[in-house]
């Protein structure tokens, strides 16, 4: 006859070691997707038996990214907090209550043992649906944590947070999570596979530059205005202008190319290509270019609470980027600062050099035992 204790530990050991199913919210942009999925691939890791299920809306990057990545995606309404009072703040208790309903189907459906969410417009109707029925992770990239976090994380199970000093309670201090195509970045070694498949100059200095997903219509400007110099300087440019914009750049005959293009695919042989980069200063865009080892010009975005500035400070004062400000960003700006510093192979390296030991490279799969902790609970 077997011990009763020992049946109900056979029991507990059953549960515990049953296939989770991770829910994980972070839609609207890439910095909320990326981190999110970074987790999902770390979770499979250590479980491979896991089902991971992803919240997203359908006017948001995860609806591409998230495919892409091989995980479901489960469409819930957004809900958009409005930053001033207007019309729209009075039928936002509506549109939290029907959202809220719509996400608790998907959970009970999915069969969620756990719901992580990343902050934004769908991490808020998850936490409030998953509130008192499934165990809730959450997970802030900004020193300035964003209002769907400040909710989740009353009634979470766990907090994590990206940076010390994140006014949440309880907060434990990971990192954020990164794929780990980035944190695994050999750059010398991919280097001549990725100048090939861009089209850039074997050996010249390269400038790679990016304003977010969508690109920036003031870095664009500023950087294809000092074209010339770039040419003059012998330094190539690797510039991604977002898909809804253009961008017509001069060429230069016998000189390095300026390679404009919509979207970089593949992020990590773009900061491979490179040797310095121009850049916004979101919370993942930051981790991964010190993760890389890249010498960086930040550019914070010029409207929000600040925390694109707060973001690039680690770097700035570890002396492995240059803050410029959006307003002070001009061609002649550009040539005046940027020119020089990516054609100074010693401050590259040294810059580079810097950079080394920013940031948590682990960060995804620590988050990932705690969100497989919590939903074991």
């Known amino acids: ?140 990239a900004n020193k300035t944590a964003g209002l769907a976090n400040k909710v989740g994380a009353r009634f979470a199970a766990r907090v994590a947070v990206a940076v010390p000093g994140t006014p949440l309670p309880n907060a434990e201090v990971v990192g954020i999570p990164l794929r780990r195509s980035i944190t695994s970045l050999d750059r010398a070694a991919l280097r001549a596979e990725a100048r090939a498949h861009f089209g850039l100059d074997p050996d010249a200095p390269t400038l790679l530059v990016f304003g977010g997903s969508q690109g920036a219509a003031s870095i664009n400007n500023a950087i294809s205005g000092a074209a010339k110099d770039f040419a003059d300087a012998g330094i190539g440019v690797l510039h991604a202008h977002g898909p809804k914009n253009t961008l017509v750049v001069q060429e230069f005959p016998d000189k390095p190319a300026y390679v404009p293009v919509p979207y970089l695919e593949r992020m990590d042989l773009a900061y491979a290509a490179a040797d310095a980069v121009l850049c916004r200063s979101g919370a993942m865009t930051a981790a991964e270019v010190s993760a890389v080892g890249l010498p960086a010009i930040f550019v914070p975005l010029p ?13 700035v004062d570890a002396g492995a980027a240059l803050l410029v400000e959006d307003a002070d960003l001009t061609a002649g700006k550009v040539a005046e600062l940027v020119v020089p510093l990516v054609a100074d192979k010693a401050r590259v390296a040294e810059m580079s050099a810097a950079a080394v030991g920013l940031g948590h490279r682990e960060a995804d799969e620590v988050l990932a035992r705690i969100v497989l902790e919590a939903a074991a609970k």
């Open 1 to 140: 006859m077997t011990d009763p204790a020992v049946g109900a530990d056979r029991a507990s050991r059953a549960v515990d070691q049953a296939a989770p199913t991770v829910v994980v919210a972070g839609g609207g942009t890439a910095g909320h997707i990326e981190p999110a999925l970074a987790l999902a691939d770390a979770v499979k890791r250590l479980r491979p038996d896991a089902k991971i299920v992803a919240l997203g809306t359908a006017r948001g990057l995860e609806t591409k990214l998230v495919p892409e990545r091989g995980y479901p995606l489960e469409l819930i309404p957004p809900v958009p907090m409005p930053r001033k009072p207007t019309p729209e703040l009075l039928r936002l208790p509506l549109k939290v209550r029907d959202s809220v309903k719509k996400t608790r189907e998907v959970l009970e459906r999915v069969g969620a043992d756990v719901v992580v969410g990343f902050g934004g417009y769908v991490a808020l109707p998850a936490y409030l649906a998953a509130r008192g029925r499934v165990p809730i992770v959450v997970h802030e």
């Open 303 to 315: 409207h929000g609470n600040g925390e694109q500035g707060l973001n690039a400070k680690p770097a």
